[in-house]
């Protein structure tokens, strides 16, 4: 082997000085599962990744959830505990060619005992050709996949490769989650343990809000306040109110996701497109959304109000407020705004009924207190020759074998025969469903059948 042109000293003061010049999250990454956060329903103590990863039985597998919460991370963990060879395979610049040569050294050194795990970000933008090129080596066991992905792996990946894989999911970190990353890096050498700097508790949790569950995001705030900060002659650092405010959007410091001003903010815009008002429900939209809210968060909330508020009223308000998710979905914030505007401005306007959420609200009450209400005999299935001595569908009607589409058999248990939940009201279309159950309930009173 030729001789190096370059001495040892040298080569590690550079490998020194490029390690200090990464980012605050790439010197912090965790390199066991002591320092890893988050994710104890899956790496607590006797958890069943936890179990897998201690025993060395890992298996190929999909990291399901938010960017930032450690999915990368977790997967060199891994690689690390079962001394395997460790790949990070791009899905955004490799293609067939790329993915067989790689297979190819995989099995190659396992010929040589070395197992090899490849790491692949971003896996749901495989397509399918490129997806498939993988079975063969995950059935034979030549590598052990870890794929991590943002998207829902049941749309995504092809439910070949799918079902040879585990698939676990891991959630947003909670801000005590990320307080304790944010509190190691100021006292850990790889972070900024090595000079004094002073911020408060209060500011730290600020940043914990602002990064909304993601590691990476909490650690770059953190790295930008801190090289923003106010630095004395002795080289001390500190992070002042007014930095915190420039570095980050003060709109998110009036903001926390997880605070009162969260729920005062979603209560507000519910209430507006109660009272039929759609200008106050864009302005309490437009609050959330400009202080950085989740528009998936906003999405959920005008769909449970769909039906919730409108209802059979209007009963398209819910495949608007559906449509409105999808959308958010697809591209994000700032476009999806005008979406959900459409679909606010809408619930505002439509015709409102309660009738649903009161009915089962009902419903619910009677359920609870009487829960061991026996079915009907003749409501139950009868599939085995023993139920159908036991009288199991004895007296069932089939509504489709009468001319009027229904029977007098009444389907609510004895005890609560008579009971009424669902009640329309005069708005929207719910009239028709009013007018509707009145005949409904007429019709079965005349040709009620005693079973």
Partial sequence: MPKKNYDENQISLFDHDREVAQPLAARMRPEDLSEYAGQQHLLGEGKVLRRLIENDQVSSMIFWGPPGVGKTTLARIIANRTKARFIDFSAVTSGIREIRQVMNEAE????????????????????????????????KGSIILIGATTENPSFEINSALLSRCRVFVLQSLTEEDIMGLLKRALTDPRGFGNQKVTISEENLHRIAAFANGDARGALG??????????????????????????????????????????????????????????????????????????????????????????????????????AAYQACHFIG????????????????????????????????????DMLAEPVPLHLRNAPTKLMKELDYGKGYMYAHDYEEKMTGMTCLPESLEGREYYRPTDQGNEIRYRERVAKIKEWKKAHKVDL
């Fill in 221 to 322: 705030a953190l790295e930008m306040v801190i090289l923003n900060g106010d630095s004395d002659r002795d080289g001390n650092t500190t992070v002042t109110d007014e930095i915190l405010a420039q570095c980050l959007s003060k709109k998110s410091l009036l903001y926390d996701k997880n605070g009162e001003e969260h729920y005062n903010l979603i209560s507000a815009l519910h209430k507006s497109m109660r009272n039929s008002d759609p200008d106050a429900s864009v302005y309490w939209l437009a609050r959330m959304l400009e202080a950085g809210e989740d528009p998936l968060y906003v999405a959920r909330r005008v769909v449970r109000f769909a039906s919730e508020d409108v209802g059979l009223a209007d009963s398209r308000a819910l495949e608007v407020a559906v």
């Fill in 108 to 139: 190659e050194s396992l010929r040589f005992g070395e197992k090899t795990i490849l790491f692949i970000d971003e896996i749901h933008r495989f397509n399918k050709a490129q997806q498939d090129a993988f079975l063969p080596f995950v059935e």
């Fill in 333 to 368: 914030m700032p476009e999806c705004s005008v979406h959900l505007t459409h679909a606010v401005v809408y619930m505002a306007c439509a015709p409102k009924s309660n009738a649903c959420d009161v009915a089962y609200m009902e419903a619910a009450r009677d359920a609870s």
